[in-house]
Antibody, heavy 124, light 108 residues
C-alpha cells in the first residue's frame, strides 16, 4: 500500500527552526517527485516545495531562502527543514507524491497520495 | 506565477443535484489541471488529473473538462458524501504549482 506519514510538527517561537519528516512506504522517494503543501487554519491549500527525481528543488516565493527540501533514499524519507519561522508559516503541512504520465510530448503531474498532515504552530 | 481562480467560492445544493465548479487560469496551461476533494479535518484526495482523467476508485459521477484557461468539475448527481471543499491545481511545466482558493459545497 502506498502511504505517507508526516511527523515533526509542534509549537515553535518566531525565528525558530523545525524539521518535518515524511516516511514513505509502498514506493521509493528516490525515483519520484515529492512535494510539500500547507494549509493555514481555515484557509486554502498552498504549494510549498518540490524535489524531483534528479534532485532538483523548487520553492514557493513565500518560503524560498528559509525552507529546504531534502530526502534520504536509504531511509525512504522526505524532509522539510524550516528556518526563520514566522507566524504566517502556521499551518498543517502535508507530504505528497507527484506522479507523472507522459502523453505525446507533454508530461502531466498531480499530487497523490497525501499524508495525514502535521501541524506547525509559530507563536510566542 | 500562474494564478488560479475558482467560482463560486461556495454553493448550496441538494442530494441528487448536478453541481458544476469552474476554474480559470491566468494563462494557458493546456490540460495540466487537477481537482481535489477535501473533507473537514482530512487531507485532500485526488479526483481528476490532466483535466479529465478520473483517478482509479473515484465514482463516475465526477468528471472534468476543459483546456487552455477554462476548466470545469462536474458532479452529475450529488451524494451525501460529496459535501466537501473542492480545489483545482495547475501543474503546468515546472513549479511553482498553484491551487485555486477552493469551492465549498454545502447542504441546501
Amino acid at each position: 500500500e502506498v502511504q505517507l506519514v508526516e511527523s515533526g510538527g509542534g509549537l515553535i517561537q518566531p525565528g525558530g527552526s523545525l524539521r518535518l519528516s515524511c516516511a514513505a512506504s509502498g514506493f521509493g522517494v528516490s525515483n519520484n517527485y515529492m512535494s510539500w503543501v500547507r494549509q493555514a487554519p481555515g484557509k486554502g491549500l498552498e504549494w510549498v516545495s518540490l524535489i524531483n527525481s534528479g534532485g532538483g528543488k523548487y520553492y514557493a516565493d513565500s518560503v524560498r531562502g528559509r525552507f529546504t527540501i531534502s530526502r534520504d533514499n536509504s531511509k525512504n524519507m522526505l524532509y522539510l527543514q524550516m528556518n526563520s519561522l514566522r507566524a504566517e508559516d502556521t499551518a498543517v503541512y502535508y507530504c505528497t507524491r507527484a506522479p507523472m504520465v507522459l502523453r505525446g510530448v507533454r508530461q502531466y503531474y498531480w499530487l497523490d497520495p497525501w499524508g495525514q498532515g502535521t501541524l506547525v504552530t509559530v507563536s510566542s | 506565477d500562474i494564478q488560479m481562480t475558482q467560482s463560486p467560492s461556495s454553493l448550496s445544493a441538494s442530494v441528487g443535484d448536478k453541481v458544476t465548479i469552474t476554474c480559470r487560469a491566468s494563462q494557458s496551461i493546456s490540460t495540466s489541471l487537477n481537482w481535489y476533494q477535501q473533507k473537514s479535518g482530512k487531507a485532500p484526495n485526488l479526483l481528476i488529473y490532466a483535466a479529465s482523467s478520473l483517478r482509479s476508485g473515484v465514482p463516475s459521477r465526477f468528471s472534468g473538462s476543459g483546456s487552455g484557461t477554462d476548466f470545469t468539475l462536474t458532479i452529475s448527481s450529488l451524494q451525501p458524501e460529496d459535501f466537501a471543499t473542492y480545489y483545482c491545481q495547475q501543474s503546468y511545466i515546472m513549479p511553482p504549482w498553484t491551487f485555486g482558493q477552493g469551492t465549498k459545497v454545502e447542504v441546501k
